[in-house]
């Protein structure tokens, strides 16, 4: 009897341990919701230029960045015959200037269902894939543009070689 009751304790201590109680349940994941934005003057500029750039639209930005996460609103009609070359327009002229650079991104996925058509991609740079970045955009069954969804964390610095000289080496720094 005495050995049940030490193991029913071990139990309930155990599951305190791992977070069953509140005070030890905290993620950076979970509390991004709680997050105060950071960066309101780019998330100003983002918002705005979503705006003028696709009238009627809005733009959802991130709370650190400023950058835009999804722009949504009335559909609208885009130039090119088929739906990667109204992205490569769209990622070439318009969204140029919320730091989507054309060369960075790579298609993923090009489907077309009943109700809509997805282009999708991913940004890589020298080679190496952007951890995180996506870039989607839905098309109506119409053929315009109903939403742009992206993670971007702006273009590349145009030199990312590493620099350390022999002073830095010998110093350990």
Not at 7 to 32: C, I, K, P, W
Not at 54 to 79: C, E, F, Q
Not at 145 to 162: A, E, H, N, V, W
Request: glycine share 8%.
């Amino acid at each position: 009897m005495c050995l049940l009751m030490l193991g029913t304790e071990m139990n309930v201590a155990r599951a305190d341990e791992h977070g069953e109680g509140n005070e030890l349940n905290y993620s950076v994941f979970q509390s991004y919701r709680f997050l105060k934005s950071t960066n309101t003057n780019q998330a100003a500029v983002t918002q705005s230029y979503a705006a003028a750039m696709l009238p009627g639209w809005n733009a959802t930005t991130d709370k650190l960045t400023g950058m835009a996460r999804d722009m949504y609103g009335p559909s609208i009609a885009v130039p090119g015959g088929t739906f990667m070359e109204k992205t490569q327009i769209l990622m070439g002229d318009k969204l140029r200037e919320l730091g989507i650079n054309r060369a960075e991104w790579v298609n993923t996925r090009n489907v077309t269902l009943a109700h809509a058509s997805f282009v999708d991609y991913e940004q890589v740079v020298a080679g190496h894939k952007v951890v995180f970045s996506n870039l989607s955009f839905r098309f109506g069954a119409d053929g315009k543009l109903q939403r742009i969804k992206t993670r971007s964390y702006g273009s590349s610095f145009s030199d990312m070689t590493p620099e350390l000289t022999a002073a830095d080496v010998l110093a350990g720094t």
